[in-house]
């Protein structure tokens, strides 16, 4: 069983920065593929980005590569999205995932943290 809980979200202005992070339960959390997803109301929740349980693998959709950074310090059960340059249409609730399987980038993902709200508006 694994617990996830996001924080660091908030509102920011175009072309500013934000840094999401994730804090997971347990003791195996380096067995855990992690991932950052992302829903806007109305639309179905998008794959962000993914780090492997090593952190030496990382995976990003397109629409955020070179913008966004993922990265995981396992020694503290953490996942972090470094955002930066973002636009409006970044605006979306953030989701922490946890797989222990990981089958591919996008899912299936076991484990969802609640999210936290990030708002990109001047």
């Known amino acids: 069983q694994v617990q996830l809980v996001e924080s660091g979200g908030g509102l920011v202005q175009p072309g500013g920065s934000l840094r999401l992070s994730c804090a997971a339960s347990?003791?195996?959390?380096?067995?855990?593929?992690m991932a950052w997803f992302r829903r806007v109301p109305g639309k179905e929740r998008d794959f962000v980005a993914g780090v492997s349980g090593s952190g030496d693998d990382t995976y990003y959709a397109d629409f955020v590569k070179g913008r966004f950074t993922i990265s995981r310090d396992n020694a503290k059960n953490m996942v972090y999205l470094q955002m930066n340059s973002l636009k409006p249409e970044d605006t979306a609730v953030y989701y922490c995932a946890a797989a222990i399987k990981l089958v591919d980038w996008d899912g299936p993902y076991t484990y969802w943290g609640q999210g936290t709200q990030v708002t990109v508006s001047s």
């Open positions: 347990g003791r195996t959390f380096s067995n855990y593929a």
